[in-house]
Structures are given as structure tokens and as C-alpha cells.
């Protein structure tokens, strides 16, 4: 039997009015949205007023809720009120991917701790079932790789961009306008609103808990019409993706721009649709489609932990517990397109195993092997003049 869930939430943004959207259109779910905490007291809202509180106490002190729903931008805020409501024994859900990939070791010893479930499907691509899936089918030592398309608003410029002439700043803004892009959209188009799922995404597939400054994550923010030109010349599509994959000593972890080659699934995810492709010892790959971003589809993946919470569901991180796991490295090398200006960054980089080389009046670029580590080490987001992509 399920339980009757009384929640409090928090934020009433493009997730929150999606979730109370969603959560009032399905029938029989024993839930109530009893509380709203907001920020902003003069914001016109389409609920009563009563229903909204601007004192967060209200919520975290009141004992007749039992869930917590947090759904707001600030990372920080949302760690206070996150670790405040577990330690105070609720329920929490959360979609706030940055405060999970940030806070991973503390939020999972107060799960601990505190016996109270934390779920956060909604934290990783979206609409896409993927943690719950990494939990319960794949609770074994089988899986060698996922990769994803893990960020909708980057995926929605390299669509536009790509397939109708719209200029990088035209797609950011209609992603922007759509509720798809961070609030501080630096975060999707460097890759570190993708490196916070992946953070995620490899503790639940390989048990691993790592802090988000060790992943390397470089973006899109620096792509030119030499490197789109290069990719259809080639007949390749450049997508942004989140990688974590098993080798035989270590896990690597990794977001970073990529030419996709035609017979690839996911060259034909489009616009802010995001994607999973699994890599297993025994099923081989398997693939996952859905939205990434927006009210609706994010509000879906909530409401499904909330559902799930009423029957008593928690992650049981039964691979962090097994002994063994495979220790994470950046000691590992990736094969890459790099076009640059200045030569001193080839150096700094230590490209070794250079198979092309290509200079014009115009453009440069290498392919060749880099470390990750060397990748991280010379900030390569900080560079306006370079641009990596992975290519296979
Ligand atoms: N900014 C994020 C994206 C929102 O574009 O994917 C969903 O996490």
C-alpha cells in the first residue's frame, strides 16, 4: 500500500510549477503540495496565496510534512535546506544537480546516518529513468561504460547552430527562453552542468563518489566555423558528451565535445533531448532517449521519486558498499582534434602521437593524444583561442 505524502516544497520556478502541473494531472497519487517556500514576496503567482511562505522554517520545522521537495537555483541554499530536512528525519527529493555533485560523500553519509531516503532522478537527464535504473537493474559489477548527452541546452545551440543557421547567441537565447538553460548558462555551455550529473551518474554506475573538480569538463563555448566545417567535411555531428567508462586498472570520467560518426545513436539526438548509452559485459549497449530540460519533463522525473518514495524507496548504493571498486584516475589519454593559435598550448598540453597536422592563413589544429590529467591541469575552459574535440 502506498502512503499519504504531505510535502513541502521549495521553489516555484520552470521545475516547481512543472512538478505542481504534473503532480495535479495524475490521478491517484495519495499526495499533497501542502506548502511552497519562494524567495521573491512581490512575484505575481498563479496560486492562492496562502500555499506560499517566504521563511523556509515553516516548512523545515512543520512535523506533519513528510517530504521535502527542493527545486530551487541557489546551490548553497539548497544544501542548507536539503541537509537541515534529512537531518531532521524527512523524506527529500531534489533536482539540483550542482548541490548533489558538490555535497556527494555528505549527503550520502547523512542518508546514513539519518535512515531517511534522498532520491534525485530528476538531477540527471531529466525525464530519462537512468539512477534508479543504474540502482536496480544494473546492481551488479557488469557495467564497463556510460556516455550521455547530458545537457539539453547545449544540445539545443548545437542543433540550431547545426541544422538551421542560427547563431550560437540566438540558440542560447531561445534556450534561455524556453527554461532549458542555468540561470548562469557559463554552467551548460563549459560542460560543468554535464560533469555535475556525470559526477552523479558515476557514483550509481560504478560506486564511486568523486568531487566534480577532478572530472575534466570542457564545453562548446569556443566552437568555430573552422571546427563545424572540419565536422561536416568529415560527415560528422560534434556533441557534448558525459563519459565514464571502465579500463582494465581504473575509471575515468570525463564531458568533453566529440565528432559522432553517422551509424552513432546519438547522431540523431536533437534539440534539448538527452541520451544514455549503457555498455554492458552481457546485454552489450543499450540505449535511453528523453527530454533533458524544461518544466514538464523535469517535473515528471520528481513526481516519480515522490511516487516512489509513497512505497518506501531508497537508493540502497549497494556498489559503494562492495568492496573492490575500481579506483578513479586521470592518468589516461584521449585521442583528440585540437585547433589552437598559439603553438605554446600543444606544449603545455604534452600532445604526443600526433597523426595530422593541419596549418592555414587561418585555421591550425593537431589530432592527438592528451592526458586527462595534463587537460585538467592547463584549465582548458580559461582558453578563448582553443578548441578540443574527441575523435575516435
Ligand atoms: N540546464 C540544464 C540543461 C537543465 O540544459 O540540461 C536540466 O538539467
Request: proline fraction near 2%; hydrophobic fraction near 40%.
Amino acid at each position: 500500500m502506498s502512503k499519504k505524502l504531505r510535502i513541502g516544497l521549495f521553489g516555484y520556478g520552470v521545475v516547481g510549477h512543472g512538478l505542481y502541473d504534473v503532480l495535479h494531472k495524475t490521478k491517484g497519487l495519495n499526495t499533497e503540495i501542502v506548502r511552497i517556500a519562494v524567495k521573491h514576496r512581490e512575484k505575481k503567482r498563479d496560486l492562492p496565496a496562502e500555499i506560499f511562505t517566504f521563511d523556509k522554517n515553516e516548512i523545515l520545522n512543520d512535523d506533519s510534512l513528510d517530504v521535502v521537495v527542493e527545486l530551487i537555483d541557489n546551490a548553497d541554499e539548497a544544501f542548507d535546506i536539503v541537509s537541515t530536512a534529512l537531518k531532521k528525519g524527512k523524506a527529500v527529493v531534489s533536482a539540483n544537480k550542482k548541490m548533489i555533485a558538490e555535497h556527494l560523500q555528505e549527503l550520502y553519509d547523512l542518508q546514513q546516518l539519518h535512515n531517511v531516503p534522498f532520491l534525485y532522478e530528476a538531477s540527471a537527464c531529466g525525464s530519462i529513468p537512468i539512477i534508479r535504473n543504474l540502482e536496480e537493474y544494473y546492481d551488479n559489477d557488469l557495467l564497463d561504460s556510460l556516455e550521455g548527452i547530458c545537457n539539453g541546452t547545449t544540445n539545443y545551440i548545437l542543433t540550431k547552430t547545426s541544422e538551421e543557421n542560427l547563431s550560437y547567441e540566438e540558440a542560447l537565447k531561445q534556450a534561455q527562453q524556453l527554461g532549458f538553460a542555468e540561470s548562469n548558462p557559463t554552467l551548460d555551455v563549459k560542460g560543468f552542468d554535464a560533469k555535475y550529473k556525470l559526477t552523479i551518474l558515476t557514483l550509481h554506475t560504478f560506486g564511486l563518489i568523486i568531487k566534480p573538480e577532478n572530472i575534466f569538463n570542457f564545453g562548446i563555448q569556443n566552437l568555430s566555423v573552422a571546427d563545424s566545417t572540419y565536422a561536416r567535411e568529415k560527415g560528422f555531428k560534434i556533441k557534448l558528451i558525459a563519459h565514464t567508462y571502465r579500463t582494465d586498472d581504473k575509471v575515468v570520467s570525463y564531458v568533453i565535445p566529440k565528432f559522432i560518426k553517422p551509424h552513432d545513436l546519438f547522431y540523431d539526438v536533437r534539440n534539448e533531448f538527452n541520451a544514455v548509452q549503457l555498455g554492458a559485459a552481457f546485454s552489450d549497449k543499450q540505449f535511453f532517449l528523453g527530454k533533458g530540460a524544461g518544466s514538464y519533463p523535469t517535473g515528471s522525473a520528481v513526481l516519480s521519486d515522490i511516487a516512489a518514495l509513497s512505497y518506501n524507496y531508497r537508493y540502497e548504493y549497494k556498489k559503494v558498499k562492495q568492496n573492490g571498486a575500481v579506483p578513479f584516475s586521470n592518468d589516461h589519454d584521449l585521442n583528440l582534434y585540437i585547433r589552437y593559435s598559439s603553438e605554446n598550448i600543444l606544449d603545455e598540453l604534452k600532445v604526443h602521437d600526433i597523426s595530422q597536422r593541419f596549418i592555414s592563413n587561418n585555421t591550425k589544429y593537431v589530432i592527438g593524444k592528451v592526458k586527462l590529467s595534463n587537460l585538467i591541469k592547463v584549465k582548458l575552459n580559461d582558453h578563448i583561442d582553443v578548441f578540443v574535440a574527441k575523435i575516435d
